[in-house]
């Protein structure tokens, strides 16, 4: 495509049509990388059903509608920035709930909330006292392992589990009980399943797909999508125990260089059809009516903004007939666009835009756009007939409202029994066996076991990122009623086996020596581009349980290693020390399912493994070094299970730069220098005590959580004073604002400042600030985290995308405050709202 100034797309055949020279042909034949064939992509059979009564009534609709109306229809919000009152008013055509949205701004607000949260905008989409027609409001939520935004729902093993459990017709029965949870509350639509082929597991989204291999993703991609919306044409989805259903994201975002996170795929469009395209066959033939755009790019060009992939290739030659949904804000990503104005998404293919607090600048943009032609009304009616044309195919304008449709209110429903047997088969069919040395595994019946490591009582860990919140952080135990963490787990099957489990975290034990040792350790919860990686290895505060294991196996007790895990890494010493060692990847909350396979029952034959690696397990920590396992490995529990020594050479250096913290323990991070500043100058703080250029700012060292794990800086005099972290390269931030991240600073003060505090961030030609008051609300002497929502310092005008002062306080009077940590983050004792425009 050529880019005109407009940031308008053309072919480039238009372009050269009337060029008849040999260099022209040349252009013609060799396009630009990120340009589709649609002949090269295959054809697709959209199964639904063309029905000339509802295309009539959607013309009619079209016919009446004002452009207001249409442009409000293909309009998503989020439940956290957009009202019922909205809704109506502007007539938008849905609402989501992003990963950190709840009612009424609780993200764990009690099942009964949603629901009535969900009539309330069901009531605003069809009240037309303020003019226009009753368009019933579309609701779409990240049920993507179960439920797993609502407090007792059933959690499903994450994607990366199910692939190793090769079993399609799980697949099936797990949407169809995700499907039931989902209209308990009220809720219509979706955004599963992601049929992501990740082929660089450095990705932080690895865990959300189901293999590399695309020919099992695609085994996949049917089953799940049946399961959740039934088959096409038998009646309206929403009169069965069925949601609309997304198949996410389009096209490779799993084949991003380097794995990272909404980065690029430089790859041919060969290897774009065959290895990210395969599952979309599928998804397309169980007739999918959603399909959400990428904001990955492939070759340089944002997929939201491609018309040949989202036009030419996925509705046209694939003969995809839903509706294509944008990511989060991801259309303020395509060049020549903001997340305030984007034509070119919409005349790309997009049919509806994910704008979650951005909505209310497309209404205005678009409707202008609408009338100056920009966006042309023929492709504005499109867009508007696809949202309608999945209403209808759900039933959407007959289901009355959400509390009155089938399984609303049914709460029991949630975490019900059936379901959860269900999570827990599918715990124990994608459990992989990599070691069981003198066979081991299955423990004896009657033995005495004792389980340890860090992960094995917490269901949080064991769940992953887009649990409850978005990155399953900030969770406690009490929120995952009805659910067995492993250790639970295993103290019960124990038990039912006439033997005994312990637990000890760190192992030491006291009474009698344990027959074995269960350590489970592993990844904490991530998502999206906070769990990318640049190398294949475990954080170095989660390799803490090696250590346990070593010293448990010194003492001659046989040691069982389980991995907690979205994606294979390297773990040759765990491998090495431990005589059994399994990867439960991210079972969620039946822990149960990991005990129904370690230990021998009582009565009846021990189950045999069956899972088997869907990503290949590495040798090295090098993301391009050689395997270990291949893809499709796995041992059953029969065959002889010892493995030779392996070597313990990572083959890589160290990954220090741990990403998004820029103060830790009082120390600035690699790459990164705290400083100084005053009039008279600023000095960087390389050993402590120390005093700034002209005096008035001292630094000491004083205690957080470890000896000397913060500074205290002490601010005398009168004037700019400030404590900065800078680095000389910038960082870009711009995905961690639109994940609505906040700059989180962990403060003490011990002398109320006299003068206001000021919060910035920016770099030298763009600074942003936003006030603190004089920290009015913080306890003398008491450790607080201080939250700044980075859209913040975006709305001050400082370019996010180029960083180099992630932070500064700044104050102009006497102060004494103590800094523990600087990073970004979702947790905060206390947010700052932004400065008021
Ligand atoms: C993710 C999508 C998700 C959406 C809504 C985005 O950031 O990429 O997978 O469906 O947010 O939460
Ligand atoms: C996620 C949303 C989440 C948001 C705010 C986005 O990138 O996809 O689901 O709620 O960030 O944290």
Known sequence: ????????????????????????????????????????????????????????????????MSIEEKVGQILQADI????????????????????????????YAPPAQWLKLADTFYDASMDTSAGGHAIPVMWGTDAVHGHSNIIGATLFPHNSALGAAHDPALIRRIAAATAIEVRATGIDWTFAPTITVPQDTRWGRAFEGYSSDPALVASYAGPFIEGLQGKPNSGPILAGPHVIATAKHFLADGGTAQGRDQGDAQISEEKLRDIHGTPYVAAINAGVLSIMASFSSWNGEKMTGNHGMLTDVLKQ?????????????????VAGCSNASCPRAITAGIDMLMAPDSWKALYTSLNAQARDGTLPMARLDEAVASV????????????????????????????????????REAVRKSLVLLKNAGNILPLAPG?????????????????GGWTLSWQGTGLSPAMFPGATTLWQGLRQAAADAGGQAT???DGRFTGPRPDAAIVV??????????????????????????????????????????????????????????????????????????????????????????????????????PDGPLLFPLGYGLTGKEPGSLKKLSEEAGVAEDTASADIYLNKGIAGPGWSLEMRESAGSTRITTVPAVSAGGRVTVAATDHIVQEGARRFTITGQGAASVAITSQAAADLSRQTNGEMLLVATVRVDQAPAMPVRIAM????????????????????????????????????????????PFALETSGPASLSLAEVKLGMEADTILACAKD
């Open 521 to 622: 350790f592993g990844e904490a919860p991530y998502a999206e581009f906070q769990g990318d990686i640049s190398t294949l290895r475990l954080k170095p505060d989660q390799r803490t349980p090696l250590e346990t294991m070593r010293r448990l196996k010194a003492q001659g007790i046989p040691v069982i290693a389980v991995m907690l895990t979205g994606r294979p890494l390297w773990t040759n010493p765990e491998l090495n020390t431990a005589d059994a060692f399994v990867v439960a990847w991210l079972p969620g909350s039946e822990g149960g399912g990991v005990a129904d396979m370690l230990l021998r029952p009582a009565q009846g034959p021990a189950r045999n493994f069956i899972g088997r690696l869907p990503f290949a397990w590495p040798a090295t920590a090098r």
């Open 503 to 505: 637990f000890s975290p």
């Open 447 to 463: 033995s005495r076991i004792l389980v340890a490591g860090d992960g094995a009582d917490d269901v949080a860990r064991q769940s």
């Open 762 to 805: 920016g770099s030298v030609a763009s600074m942003a600030y936003v006030d603190a008051g004089k920290l009015e609300g913080m306890p003398i002497g008491q450790w607080r985290r201080i939250g700044v929502p980075l859209k913040c310092f975006r709305a001050g005008g400082a370019d996010l995308a180029k960083v180099n002062m």
């Open 388 to 423: 309608l044309r999945v209403k209808m195919r759900a039933g959407l304008f007959e289901a009355g409202r959400p509390s009155s449709r089938p399984y609303a209110g049914r709460f029991d429903l949630l975490g019900a029994s059936d379901h959860r047997a269900i999570a």
């Open 1 to 64: 495509m050529f880019r005109l100034k407009s940031g308008l797309a053309l072919p480039l055949s238009a372009l050269c049509l009337a060029s008849t020279n040999a260099a022209a042909q040349d252009q013609i034949t060799t396009p630009p990388a990120a340009t589709a064939h649609p002949s090269l992509w295959p054809a697709a059979h959209w199964p639904w059903r063309s029905d000339p009564a509802m295309e009539a009534r959607i013309r009619s609709l079209l016919a009446s």
């Open 80 to 107: 956290a920035s957009v009202t019922p009152q909205d809704v109506r008013r502007y007539h938008l055509g849905s609402v989501l709930n992003g990963g950190n949205a709840g009612p009424g701004g609780d993200d």
């Open 317 to 333: 030659r694939m003969g995809f007939g839903g509706l294509v949904v944008s990511d989060w804000n991801a259309h303020g990503q």
